[in-house]
């Protein structure tokens, strides 16, 4: 708990449940040994009783980043007013796309901050489409974010050229079998969807081999990055992706609804229209020409002014993160997975009900863990508002049965992963979720 003790409210719950394993004094062990412990201190924790697991919704607030919200806020927009365009503003979204590039395995000039992630895979898609005219058909697979789902449908109604959707289910309700990808490929499909890691059983994908299947029918790929980046490692060049998209707020640490990024190869940049043709993606913005030019490069993707409050605030978390080294911020979400399953078989030897729905091969899964149970609704509520307990764990749900556990290395202690599953031990002991209602409300 990076120096910070807290107790379980039943004290005799450590030896009752750590009869067989012991799993309170593996945390310790493994907190001392952490190479990343000193992370945990750069970011805003005013409760140690409330223990974060949802970093993969909402990453944790760098110190870093506070500050620096704080100046961009006095100095450059209190002080510099419209001056800071040209000192900072104007640049930031290449800057920091070059930044994340390093981080994604692509190259400076393929990657740029922008809008949302889900405005961004409509403009990729519609560029994408746009390419390849001739072809109609279009794959995404079950486990896609609903949003992605969505962006697809209307895009493929706006260019009413009678695409067809194919859906590739999931056999197992855990992963895709990459082989059904491969047969629903033909020459008929222009576009592949996919996120790589995928939200709620943390499904990951081989890129590499994913991407060459597509890339040998003659379509194209996006990948969406939004539960991988700051979390895995990605190589988009070495995969010779085509294109992607991503958010910054959930391991990337940006802050609510910060800004999004995009990603397009370089050789496909040129033949790339974005479908919204604003100032700031024209060639040149402040000549205030009345016909449209894009720019050359990957700049042709934005649209209107970026949120310089909100881009500003990525900065300092990505600099974390490349301190810290995604290797080892794989390393230790594989240990802190590695531990946590074992911790949740242990669970399932007792409560049956409550079964693994994440990969169980790491290669397979990204930084979060996912589990089934009949009453998922009542145990996240009765995780995050216990009646009885002093420690909230947050952790989310996700329909029909679903609870997700994000591990952010960065600031997840091992100490806390135990704490969560002695709350899990205790409220399945209990049946506490009988307490709760069946739906949950708002965000969770
Ligand atoms: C989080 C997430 C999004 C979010 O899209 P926004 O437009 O930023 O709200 C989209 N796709 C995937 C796969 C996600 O995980």
Redesign the pocket.
């Given at each position: 708990m990076g120096g910070t003790n807290i107790t379980c409210r039943n004290p005799n719950a450590d030896r009752r449940i750590g009869m067989e394993n012991n799993f309170s004094a593996e945390a310790k062990v493994a907190d001392g040994s952490d190479q990343l412990k000193a992370y945990r201190k750069k970011f805003l924790i005013t409760d140690a009783h409330v223990i974060y697991l949802n970093g993969n919704s909402l990453g944790r607030l760098p110190l870093a980043s506070k500050e620096l919200a704080q100046k961009v806020i006095s100095e450059e927009w209190g002080q510099q007013l419209i001056g800071g365009w040209n000192k900072r503003w104007y640049k930031l979204s290449a800057k920091l796309g070059a930044k994340l590039s390093l981080l994604i395995g692509a190259k400076a000039h393929e990657v740029i901050f922008a809008d949302?992630?889900?405005?961004n895979l409509f403009k990729l898609a519609y560029a994408a489409l746009q390419c390849n005219p001739l072809r109609k058909k279009i794959i995404i697979d079950a486990f896609?974010?609903p949003?992605?789902h969505y962006i697809l449908q209307g895009v493929v109604q706006m260019l009413s050229a009678n695409h067809e959707i194919i859906i590739i289910p999931s056999v197992d309700g855990v992963t895709i079998n990459e082989k059904d990808i491969e047969n629903a490929l033909d020459n008929e499909v222009a576009l592949v969807c996919l996120?790589y890691v995928g939200?709620q059983t943390s499904f990951k994908y081989n890129m590499r081999s994913v991407t060459q299947m597509v890339h040998a029918a003659g379509a194209k790929i996006i990948w969406?990055l939004?539960?991988a980046a700051g979390a895995v490692p990605v190589d988009l060049n070495g995969c010779q992706a085509d294109y992607a998209v991503g958010?910054s707020y959930?391991y990337l640490n940006g802050g609510p609804g910060s800004t999004?990024y995009l990603y397009v190869r370089e050789d496909l940049i040129p033949d790339s229209k974005t479908p919204v043709w604003g100032w700031f993606g024209s060639a040149k913005p402040f000549d205030f020409d009345l016909q449209y030019e894009p720019s050359e490069g990957i700049q042709r993707f934005l649209a209107g002014t970026p949120p310089v409050l909100s881009l500003s605030v990525v900065e300092p978390a990505l600099d974390m993160i490349f301190e810290a080294g995604i290797d080892r911020i794989d390393a230790k979400s594989k240990g802190q997975s590695e531990y946590f399953i074992t911790m949740l078989r242990f669970l399932h030897q007792k409560f049956r009900d409550l079964e693994l729905s994440s990969p169980k091969n790491p290669a397979q899964r990204g930084s979060h863990i996912t589990i089934r149970h009949p009453h998922a609704a009542g145990i996240t509520q009765a995780m995050i508002n216990p009646l009885k307990s002093n420690v909230s764990v947050i952790t989310d749900f996700r329909k029909p049965n679903f609870i997700r556990f994000g591990l952010t290395p960065l600031y997840t202690s091992y100490q806390e992963l135990y704490m969560a599953y002695t709350r899990l031990h205790e409220i399945l002991d209990k049946k506490e979720y009988l307490n709760y209602p069946e739906r949950i409300q708002g965000v969770t």
């Open positions: 949302s992630t889900s405005v896609n974010f949003s992605d996120s939200y969406d939004s539960h958010c959930k999004a």
